[in-house]
């Protein structure tokens, strides 16, 4: 069956961006939904111990993720700009020099994580008696990072041609898949963490399956064996799109990972609360991510056919979308957050009751900032579909100052608490960054397009 494209230069903003936003909303959620019940078969099967092994290590896992996300991501910037020129002969050119590139990237990625995973978790001041547990988790999640890649670049080269639908299905496939595999690995099988990172693991395998299949029913896509051949100016271009994201995440999650060395020095009833409420950011951030998502796409493909105005109209639309569903969440999270976080808590285990009041703590400071951090993410993925992914890089520096400047500082004034401002600060960093910048890159192109009338 001949799979559908969504031309997103014509027609209401609001009306694309809503209907663009759904299906990639869905899936994340049901991504969150693996994570969730990821940590809460640990926390409620394994303990504590286990909760806080996971994550001592999480901003490592994140680490890895956010490159192959980031270079899959700008990857695709290009794939939008291409499909919404019509260039088609060089967009399938653009699909094949990524993929070769995203394999070199993900072989080199792997080697990398698995050589340097004992010295980074040592670096983090994990606390030894979890240390084995952590290092058991992150080597089998290191060994996947090729299956991540791929699931990101089919992904993201299908958001970019405007099919949300698939990544929607595929998602809910290893959402399904993974819950159903942590039930037989962890309880049934006895595999303890290691159970949970393989369930992880083959859930997005079928997810990558599911998309590739997808693509190849794209007829306009269809390779030939000339698109395979390597473009080296076009590897430079490619790189130039994705290195920055990459660099990015990376920036932000080195920035994490030293507010985890602040967290696992506070001993491992802290870190399970940090845990606890951090496996729900991916739930506070949902909506955010999909907005971006159909940001990027939105601005790459009007750019692409030269509709400047109409990218604002886009952004106005999505600003509003995004406060109000930011508000929603807070809401729904201040509510019943207490209830949420206890799923992850062992009943009568000791230490349960005061990880429980950190982690709702924690919850309450990021549910009342939630709209600084769907300012961020729809600025920036709008400048990043505009084909400026240095200025994004420059926010994720800016994150990083805030992040580690206010972990380093504000502990030393209000105890252990402090440390949970430390992500409301990084996102406001962030937002001084892309606000000014993204009024600025369009009214340079603005002023372009009038010159050129």
């Known amino acids: 069956m001949e799979q559908k494209t969504n031309v997103q230069t014509e027609g209401n903003p609001w009306r694309i961006l809503i209907l663009f936003s759904l299906p990639l909303m869905a899936g994340n959620i049901f991504q969150q939904m693996y994570t969730v019940v990821d940590t809460a078969v640990v926390g409620k099967v394994l303990g504590v111990d286990a909760l806080a092994a996971l994550g001592a290590v999480d901003w490592l896992n994140w680490l890895t993720l956010g490159v192959t996300q980031g270079f899959a991501q700008g990857f695709s910037i290009l794939m939008a700009q291409k499909f919404g020129a019509g260039e088609h002969g060089k967009l399938r050119q653009v699909i094949a020099n990524s993929i070769l590139l995203a394999s070199l990237c ?154 985890q060395t602040i967290v696992n ?35 790459g493909q009007n750019l692409g056919a030269g509709k400047i105005r109409r990218i604002s109209q886009g952004t106005r639309a999505g600003l509003v979308i995004a406060t109000g569903t930011s508000l929603l969440i807070a809401g729904i999270m201040l509510g019943f957050g207490r209830q949420i976080l206890a799923w992850f808590m062992p009943a009568d285990a000791a230490g349960s009751v005061q990880a429980l009041e950190i982690a709702y703590h924690y919850l309450a400071i990021m549910a009342f900032c939630l709209p600084v951090l769907y300012l961020l993410h729809i600025t920036r993925s709008c400048i990043q579909g505009l084909g400026n992914t240095i200025l994004p890089m420059v926010s994720g520096v800016a994150e990083f100052v805030m992040r580690t400047g206010s972990a380093l500082l504000l502990p030393y004034f209000f105890g252990e608490n402090g440390i949970m401002y430390a992500e409301i600060l990084a996102w406001l960093g962030a937002d001084l960054i892309l606000v000014p910048s993204y009024l600025g890159l369009m009214r340079r192109l603005r002023q372009r397009q009038e010159k050129e009338i």
């Not at 020095?265 to 950011?281: D, E, H, P, Q, S």
């Open 265 to 299: 020095g506070f001993g491992v009833i802290f870190i399970a609360g940090m845990t606890a409420t951090n496996k729900l950011y991916g739930l506070l951030e949902v909506a955010a991510t999909s907005y971006g998502y159909a940001m990027v796409t939105y601005a």
């Open 106 to 259: 993900a072989i080199c990625l792997t080697f990398a994580s698995e050589a340097l995973a004992g010295t980074a978790i040592s670096l983090l001041k994990t606390p030894e008696e979890i240390q084995p547990v952590s290092m058991a988790y992150l080597r089998i999640l290191f060994a996947g990072l090729p299956i991540v890649m791929a699931y990101n670049l089919a992904a993201a080269i299908l958001r970019a041609l405007g099919n949300g639908k698939t990544p929607l299905v595929a998602m809910v496939i290893a959402s399904l898949t993974n819950i159903l595999l942590d039930f037989v690995f962890v309880m049934g099988f006895d595999w303890g963490v290691q159970g949970a990172a393989a369930a992880t693991l083959i859930a997005q395998c079928l997810s990558a399956v599911y998309c590739i299949r997808h693509i190849c029913r794209i007829p306009l896509i269809h390779l030939t064996r000339n698109d395979w051949n390597p473009k080296w100016p076009l590897w430079g271009t490619l790189m130039k799109l994705g290195l920055p994201m990459a660099f990015q995440n990376t920036v932000i999650s080195v920035g994490g990972m030293i507010v």
